[in-house]
């Protein structure tokens, strides 16, 4: 059984005149298919659609029909959504080149001269009606693959973005000082971002490598992150070998450069006098120059073992003095702009956990 015998087929051609082969193949047709529609305009034909809850698989559509011809009809199937997808055969009795090409580039599947061989046109519709439901079937399988692959995508980015927070909440939990820490440098980091212009997806990336930057310090003894007062000279000297740790943690993760590239060097300092490597200016990866002005920022901010939290006008001061030797001065800038802006003096360990998910 071929797709003929059970496809709806809509027969939109002229009978002005009495032309003979409408009524023969009119008749032919039909008892090929009980499901054959005829109109003489396409005026006739959408009352028809709009009469039967199942749209033609195919229509076979007349050049010169009385109203619109074959071409402008063409166009409002085109342009219907409903219709637009049903696929169609010119009938006509023109024969010249330029017809047929007018035809084909205005969306018609192909194109048949009359009078035709019933067989050749029967093998016609067949293999069109078999083509666009193999098209349509391979567009819906495409359709629902890709929307499968999109949730999956989603599924992994929330996971990754879940491993990165708890992880990051495991180093800060080793430090009560530090309590939300990394979640409140990223969040700054990517606000820098976001007002430098990065895309939303570059925005993500440089919340994680904030969240965690400081990955190092599971490696950093308890006794001295958690030291009350100042450290001496050899506990800091172990302090800063969290960059280094932190980079071989995050170098197992090849699928995301940046996080080590963060971890090592959000301490280094513009004017090249920061740890451990002593690089300079842009010599410093961007993402690692942004957490560095969001870090210290945090730092002052927040209470620490030794102080209270420094007040705006202090941090904004150190800030400036920093621009340029400590810090990029563009993010530096970006930074106090931030700051001024922060009127209440709501950027501080005080930030609520809901306003840092946002
Ligand atoms: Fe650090």
Same mark, same amino acid.
Request: with cysteine.
């Given at each position: 059984?071929?797709?003929?015998?059970?496809?709806?087929?809509?027969?939109?051609?002229?009978?002005?005149?009495?032309?003979?082969?409408?009524?023969?193949?009119?008749?032919?047709?039909?008892?090929?298919?009980?499901?054959?529609?005829?109109?003489?305009?396409?005026?006739?034909?959408?009352?028809?659609?709009?009469?039967?809850?199942?749209?033609?698989?195919?229509?076979?559509?007349?050049?010169?029909?009385?109203?619109?011809?074959?071409?402008?009809?063409?166009?409002?199937?085109?342009?219907?959504?409903? %219709?637009?997808?049903?696929?169609?055969?010119? $009938?006509?009795? *023109? +024969?010249? #080149?330029?017809?047929? =090409?007018?035809?084909?580039?205005?969306?018609?599947?192909?194109?048949?001269?009359?009078?035709?061989?019933?067989?050749?046109?029967?093998?016609?519709?067949?293999?069109?009606?078999?083509?666009?439901?193999?098209?349509?079937?391979?567009?819906?399988?495409?359709?629902?693959?890709?929307?499968?692959?999109?949730?999956?995508?989603?599924?992994?980015?929330?996971?990754?973005?879940?491993?990165?927070?708890?992880?990051?909440?495991?180093?800060?939990?080793?430090?009560?000082?530090?309590?939300?820490?990394?979640?409140?440098?990223?969040?700054?980091?990517?606000?820098?971002?976001?007002?430098?212009?990065?895309?939303?997806?570059?925005?993500?990336?440089?919340?994680?490598?904030?969240?965690?930057?400081?990955?190092?310090?599971?490696?950093?003894?308890? %006794?001295?992150?958690?030291?009350?007062?100042? $450290?001496?000279? *050899? +506990?800091? #000297?172990?302090?800063? =070998?969290?960059?280094?740790?932190?980079?071989?943690?995050?170098?197992?993760?090849?699928?995301?450069?940046?996080?080590?590239?963060?971890?090592?060097?959000?301490?280094?300092?513009?004017?090249?006098?920061?740890?451990?490597?002593?690089?300079?200016?842009?010599?410093?990866?961007?993402?690692?120059?942004?957490?560095?002005?969001?870090?210290?920022?945090?730092?002052?901010?927040?209470?620490?073992?030794?102080?209270?939290?420094?007040?705006?006008?202090?941090?904004?001061?150190?800030?400036?003095?920093?621009?340029?030797?400590?810090?990029?001065?563009?993010?530096?800038?970006?930074?106090?702009?931030?700051?001024?802006?922060?009127?209440?003096?709501?950027?501080?360990?005080?930030?609520?956990?809901?306003?840092?998910?946002?």
């Amino acid at each position: 059984m071929g797709p003929w015998t059970f496809s709806r087929i809509l027969l939109s051609v002229c009978r002005r005149g009495g032309v003979p082969w409408v009524t023969g193949y009119w008749s032919w047709m039909t008892t090929l298919t009980t499901c054959v529609w005829r109109a003489a305009f396409w005026s006739d034909a959408l009352r028809l659609l709009g009469s039967t809850k199942e749209l033609p698989d195919l229509i076979l559509l007349d050049i010169h029909m009385p109203g619109p011809n074959g071409f402008e009809t063409l166009e409002a199937i085109r342009s219907d959504g409903g %219709t637009k997808g049903i696929p169609v055969i010119f $009938l006509t009795a *023109d +024969e010249d #080149a330029g017809t047929e =090409t007018r035809g084909l580039m205005a969306g018609a599947m192909d194109f048949i001269t009359k009078p035709f061989v019933p067989e050749v046109l029967l093998t016609r519709v067949n293999h069109i009606i078999e083509l666009t439901r193999l098209q349509n079937d391979l567009s819906s399988q495409v359709t629902e693959r890709t929307k499968a692959l999109i949730e999956q995508r989603e599924r992994v980015s929330r996971l990754s973005m879940q491993m990165a927070r708890a992880l990051a909440g495991a180093v800060d939990a080793k430090d009560t000082y530090t309590n939300s820490h990394s979640e409140r440098v990223a969040t700054y980091a990517r606000e820098i971002a976001r007002r430098y212009g990065y895309t939303p997806e570059r925005q993500r990336d440089i919340y994680m490598i904030g969240l965690l930057h400081d990955v190092g310090k599971i490696g950093i003894p308890d %006794t001295i992150l958690s030291k009350p007062g100042k $450290l001496d000279d *050899d +506990e800091f #000297a172990v302090i800063k =070998t969290h960059p280094v740790q932190g980079d071989k943690i995050l170098h197992n993760i090849p699928e995301f450069p940046e996080l080590a590239i963060g971890a090592r060097w959000h301490h280094e300092r513009y004017d090249g006098r920061g740890y451990p490597d002593g690089i300079a200016g842009t010599a410093i990866p961007e993402e690692a120059r942004i957490i560095a002005v969001a870090d210290a920022y945090d730092a002052m901010s927040s209470t620490r073992s030794y102080r209270p939290i420094l007040s705006q006008q202090f941090i904004r001061q150190e800030i400036v003095n920093g621009r340029g030797t400590q810090f990029d001065p563009v993010f530096a800038d970006i930074m106090l702009q931030m700051m001024d802006e922060d009127v209440d003096y709501q950027m501080s360990e005080n930030y609520t956990q809901a306003a840092l998910l946002k």
